[in-house]
C-alpha cells in the first residue's frame, strides 16, 4: 500500500464501551508498533509486533488493552470498558525491521491516528 | 533504553537556519539516533537517521560528535511549512524494538 492507513480517525466512546482500533501497515513491513499520544505530549509505546507474534506489551497500560496481528498484517487494539483517561490518539507504524551489515536500522513509518474520546 | 533531553520549544524566521540539539548521555554502542517530524493531526515522519558523524538528505542534516552523546538536526533554510514537533530518539533493533519519544522540541517559524 501507499502508506499506514487507520481505522476509525475518530472515535467517540461512551465510559464502559469496548472499541476496536484498525492498522493496516504498508505491505511486507515485518514490524508493528502502537503508541498512545496524549495531548501536547510525544507518543507513548504500547506494543511490538513482529510479523504475528507480540514480543513486546510492556506498554500496555491495563489488562483492558489488548492487540492482535493474527496473520502477520493487519493489527487491531482492543480496549475494553474504556475509561476517560484513554481518551488519546492512537498511532500505528509499520517498519521493515532491515538488518543490514551485523547493524539494524528500523525506520517506523506511521499512520495518521485514531482519535478516542471517551465521554 | 537511553533518554533524551531535547528544548522544550524554538523560535525561527523564515529563511533561516534551524538547529535543534538532542542530548543522549546513555546512548548504547548499537544505538542509532533518528529524527522525526509532527504536524497536528498526523502521525510523526521520519526525517533522518544516522550512527555517527554526518548525514544529510534532501531536507535535512544530522552532526553526531565522536562521542555520540549528542547530536543536532539541521533544517536549512526554513519556511513556514516546518513549524511542527520534532522528536530525537536512541534505539537499536535487538529481536525487539521498543522505542522512546520525549515530549520534543516544538519549532515556531514566524513570517
Known amino acids: 500500500g501507499a502508506g499506514v492507513s487507520q481505522s476509525p480517525r475518530y472515535k467517540v466512546a461512551k465510559r464502559g464501551q469496548d472499541v476496536a482500533l484498525r492498522c493496516d501497515p504498508i505491505?511486507?513491513?515485518?514490524?508493528l508498533f502502537w503508541y498512545q499520544q496524549a495531548l501536547g505530549q510525544g507518543p507513548e509505546f504500547l506494543t511490538y509486533?513482529?510479523?504475528?507474534?507480540?514480543?513486546?506489551k510492556s506498554g500496555l497500560p491495563s489488562d483492558r488493552f489488548f492487540a492482535e496481528r493474527p496473520e502477520g498484517s493487519v493489527s487491531t487494539l482492543k480496549i475494553q470498558r474504556t475509561q476517560q483517561e484513554d481518551s488519546a490518539v492512537y498511532l500505528c507504524?509499520?517498519?521493515?525491521?532491515?538488518?543490514?551489515?551485523?547493524?539494524?536500522?528500523?525506520?517506523?513509518?506511521f499512520g495518521p491516528g485514531t482519535r478516542l474520546t471517551v465521554l | 533504553l537511553a533518554k533524551t533531553t531535547q528544548p522544550i520549544s524554538m523560535d525561527s524566521y523564515e529563511g533561516q537556519e534551524v538547529n535543534i540539539t538532542c542530548s543522549h548521555n546513555?546512548?548504547?554502542?548499537?544505538?542509532?539516533i533518528t529524527w522525526y517530524q509532527q504536524f497536528p493531526s498526523q502521525g510523526p515522519r521520519f526525517i533522518i537517521q544516522g550512527y555517527k558523524t554526518k548525514v544529510t538528505n534532501e531536507v535535512a542534516s544530522l552532526f553526531i560528535p565522536a562521542d555520540r552523546k549528542s547530536s543536532t538536526l539541521s533544517l536549512p533554510r526554513v519556511s513556514l511549512s516546518d513549524t511542527a514537533v520534532y522528536y530525537c530518539?536512541?534505539?537499536?533493533?535487538?529481536?525487539?524494538?521498543?522505542?522512546?519519544f520525549g515530549a520534543g522540541t516544538r519549532l515556531f517559524v514566524k513570517a
Open positions: 546513555n546512548i548504547a554502542t548499537n544505538d542509532y
Open positions: 507504524a509499520s517498519s521493515l525491521a532491515r538488518v543490514a551489515g551485523g547493524d539494524s536500522t528500523d525506520t517506523q513509518y
Open positions: 530518539l536512541v534505539g537499536g533493533y535487538t529481536g525487539g524494538f521498543k522505542t522512546i
Open positions: 505491505s511486507g513491513h515485518v514490524s
Open positions: 509486533f513482529q510479523n504475528e507474534a507480540q514480543l513486546d
